[in-house]
C-alpha cells in the first residue's frame, strides 16, 4: 500500500532561523494536504497542493507539490516560538477515494 | 465553524472492558475517520465510514470494530480492552474549507488501559 515518510522526525531551531520538512510517497498523489499540531492540540488543517508543481504561501510557510506528485515540502522562513508544534503531511492516492496516508510528523522546537 | 466533538478527553479503563469512544460532527460530513496516535508513529488510521452504515477497514483495525448508525456520529469499540491500546484516539470528519478538501479533528481521547 502507499506510504507517505516524511524528515526529519525533529527539528530544533533558533527563532529567526528557517525550516523545511519533507515529504515523499511510494505512489503518485492526487493531493497532498498539511497539518500542524500544537503541543497538547489536535491537528489542525493547514493546507491542500493538487497540481504538479503547485506552490502555495501563507504568510511565512511556503508549501511545494513536486513535479511527479510524489514529494513535498514546507518551509517556514524567519521561525517564531509560535511555530512550535508537530507539522504533517498527508498524501491521497490517486487510486483512493477516501482515506489519507498521514506521514510520521515532523516535530519543531523553536528556542528565543 | 465546523465542530467535531469526542465524548471523553481522558478516560481509564481495565483490561478486558469493553470501550466506547464517541465521536459527533455537526456538518452533515459523509466521511469520518478514527485514527490512533503514539509517540514516533504519527496517526494511524484505525477505520473509516464513507456513510451511514458504511465502513471500512483501516491500517490497524485488530482489536476494533465501528458503528455509524447516525450521520452524525461515529463509534469506535475496543471489544476487550488491552494495554497495547492506550492511546490518544483522534476522531475526524471530512469536508471542504475554502474549497480545499480537508480533514476536521476532534480534541482526542487518552485512553489508559490499566
Known amino acids: 500500500g502507499q506510504q507517505v515518510m516524511q524528515i526529519p522526525q525533529y527539528q530544533h531551531v533558533q527563532e529567526g532561523e528557517d525550516f523545511t520538512t519533507y515529504c515523499n510517497s511510494s505512489?503518485?498523489?492526487?493531493?497532498i494536504q498539511w497539518y500542524k499540531q500544537r503541543p497538547g492540540g489536535h491537528p489542525v488543517f493547514l493546507i491542500q497542493?493538487?497540481?504538479?508543481?503547485e506552490v502555495k504561501k501563507q504568510k511565512r510557510l511556503t508549501f511545494q507539490f513536486g513535479e511527479a506528485k510524489k514529494n513535498s515540502s514546507l518551509h517556514i522562513t524567519a521561525t517564531q516560538t509560535t511555530d512550535v508544534g508537530t507539522y504533517f503531511c498527508a498524501g491521497r492516492d490517486s487510486n483512493s477515494g477516501y482515506a489519507l496516508n498521514f506521514g510520521k510528523g515532523t516535530s519543531l522546537l523553536v528556542t528565543p | 465553524d465546523v465542530k467535531v466533538t469526542q465524548s471523553s478527553r481522558y478516560l481509564v479503563k481495565r483490561t478486558g472492558e469493553k470501550v466506547f469512544l464517541e465521536c459527533v460532527q455537526d456538518m452533515d460530513h459523509e466521511n469520518m475517520f478514527w485514527y490512533r496516535q503514539d509517540p514516533g508513529l504519527g496517526l494511524r488510521l484505525i477505520y473509516f465510514?464513507?456513510?451511514?452504515?458504511?465502513?471500512e477497514k483501516g491500517d490497524i483495525p485488530e482489536g476494533y470494530s465501528v458503528s455509524r448508525e447516525k450521520k452524525e456520529r461515529f463509534s469506535l469499540i475496543l471489544e476487550s480492552a488491552s494495554t497495547n491500546q492506550t492511546s490518544m484516539y483522534l476522531c475526524a470528519s471530512r469536508g471542504l474549507a475554502g474549497g480545499q478538501d480537508t480533514q476536521y479533528f476532534g480534541p482526542g481521547t487518552r485512553l489508559t488501559v490499566l
Open positions: 497542493l493538487v497540481k504538479s508543481g
Open positions: 465510514s464513507y456513510d451511514v452504515k458504511m465502513k
Open positions: 505512489t503518485t498523489l492526487s493531493n
